[in-house]
């Protein structure tokens, strides 16, 4: 088989239920819709809970902790809190390359140490414990080195090796990813080579930033409150075949409250349609660059996957009493207006606000719990793969499958070999498995567990049981075949398969060299 090319596209706190084919019927996302109807939704894709502890894994093969990301991108004194990745790791770019591939990144990257956003004078880019892209295995990288920030004028933009500075009027971040995107597409394909590309949005994470005529197209759309919309998801999603309509949707959060109680309804349908217009913007860049793979007739010969790095966003920022990734004012020296104060006008440049608990749940529909948490809010992931080659028609796979088992498909795909031994130093085993099976067998099963850690909220999934704890609570056991909304907890009944799955957990995170939380 001819090398495909392969194209990794990763939103960033997207909800399980916030693109049309997967049960937002409200958002326009014709181009994500248009590669779901012709190719696979896997309706059991895992996050691991949080940004840069997902893109590690992502990008590596490997639990997070074991990649170096095991909390976030501060160095927490060992090698699996490292806060960047770790040398005796390899990243798809460094894997695919050996198979030869060109490697480019257009967007956020967020696994290489932390950058301050308002001390510019502490980066330090590329030196020791701040890997770049082009460090880990891209020849080309534009994008934000760091995590969160302005859609209008980004921290940390790098081009290749140089900082960014200076933007046209018109600049907005999401589309700046899309276009360089499409740029280096043509750049690969002029030097007739198989291409990884990973487009790494920031959208729809907060701050909520979109262009006004984008907000329009929403605006009103959501009067009807977040238990309408979660009640519509949910039923959308049973209708797609991507649920068992068994499952009951979880209740409403006990920290949201009825809609019909919100005293402020206009300015929280503004921000639910803010949050939309994120969303509708990065499928119109996705849109452009489906429009170039075909100008260039290689649609056909070009693997697509779409994911999420982890479910709906519940905070609330400054009124939550932290932000610490904005920079306090514009470069014209208007400041930047933090938090979300009711009446406020999402959108500017000079605002900087989040959609809240109440509008996450709504987004992680039918599950419980947000980004942070690894009961099913957290960790489900939308995921779409395109691969005209391999998938002649529609079909959803229910397998259960996690981020580290992209690398191991992608390189069976490429025909790549997964090094023991990379730049002089020994690599740990991969610990994904390849899903590429699924896609010629609907009834294949990923044969190893399934683990998380994240803030000391742990899981571990066999077959299709789940054992899973909020910190510091209890484990939970849940069957996911009759209970994928985690409503009815059998630890009790089930003693000793709790204490198995217990054990089991235990045993990897000795493996994974987890630390207890709070970090010490």
Known sequence: MTQPNIILILADDLG??????????????????????????????????????SRAALLTGLHPQQAGVGHMMDNNGTRAYQGYLRDDAVTIAEVLKGAG?????????????????????????????????????????????????????????????????????????????????????????????????????????????????????????????????????????????????????????VDSHPWESE???????????????????MDQGIG?????????????????????DNGGCAEYLAEDGWINSYVPNLPDGRPVRIGNHVGMRPGPADTYMSYDLPWANASNSPFRLYKHWVHEGGISSPCILHYPAMISEPTVVHSPVQFIDVLPTFAELAGANYPSEFKGKAIQPVEGQSFLPALADGDWRRERPLYWEHE?????????????????????????????????????????????????????????????????
């Open 263 to 281: 005293a402020n309804a206009e300015w929280e349908d503004l921000r639910m349609a803010a949050y939309a217009a994120m969303i509708d913007r």
């Open 288 to 308: 452009r660059i489906l429009a170039k793979l075909d100008a260039l007739e290689i649609t056909d010969d070009t693997l697509i996957i779409f994911l999420s």
């Open 101 to 253: 591939y060109r490697a480019l990144m257009s967007g956020k990257w967020h696994v290489g140490g932390f950058l301050p956003a308002r001390e510019p004078e502490s980066w330090r880019p590329g030196a020791p414990g701040h890997p770049t892209p082009t460090q880990r295995g891209f020849d080309r990288f534009y994008g934000t080195l760091a995590g969160a920030g302005s859609f209008f004028h980004p921290h940390a933009l790098v081009e290749d090796g140089e900082f960014v500075s200076d933007y046209p009027d018109d600049f907005y971040y999401t589309d700046a990813i899309s276009d360089k995107a499409i740029d280096m597409i043509d750049e690969a394909h002029d030097d007739d080579l198989p291409f990884f590309l990973h487009v790494a949005y920031t959208a729809p994470h907060w701050p909520l930033h979109a262009p006004p005529e984008d907000i329009a197209k929403y605006e009103g759309k959501y009067r009807g409150g977040w238990d309408r919309l979660r009640q519509q998801r949910h039923e959308e999603l049973n209708g797609l075949g991507l649920l068992d309509p068994a499952w009951s949707i979880s209740p409403r959060d």
């Open 456 to 520: 000391g909220n742990r899981a571990v999934r066999l077959g299709d049981w789940k054992l899973v704890s909020r910190h510091p609570d209890d484990w939970e056991l849940y069957h996911m075949l009759d209970d994928r909304t985690e409503l009815n907890d059998l630890s009790g009944s089930e003693r000793e398969r709790a204490q198995s799955m217990s054990r089991m957990y235990d045993a990897w995170a000795d493996h994974c060299e987890v630390r207890p939380w709070p970090l010490v």
């Open 16 to 53: 399980y239920s916030d693109i049309g084919c997967f049960g937002a019927a409200e958002i326009a996302t014709p181009n994500l819709d248009r590669l779901a109807a012709t190719g696979a939704r896997f309706s059991q894709m895992y996050s691991f809970a949080r940004c840069c502890p």
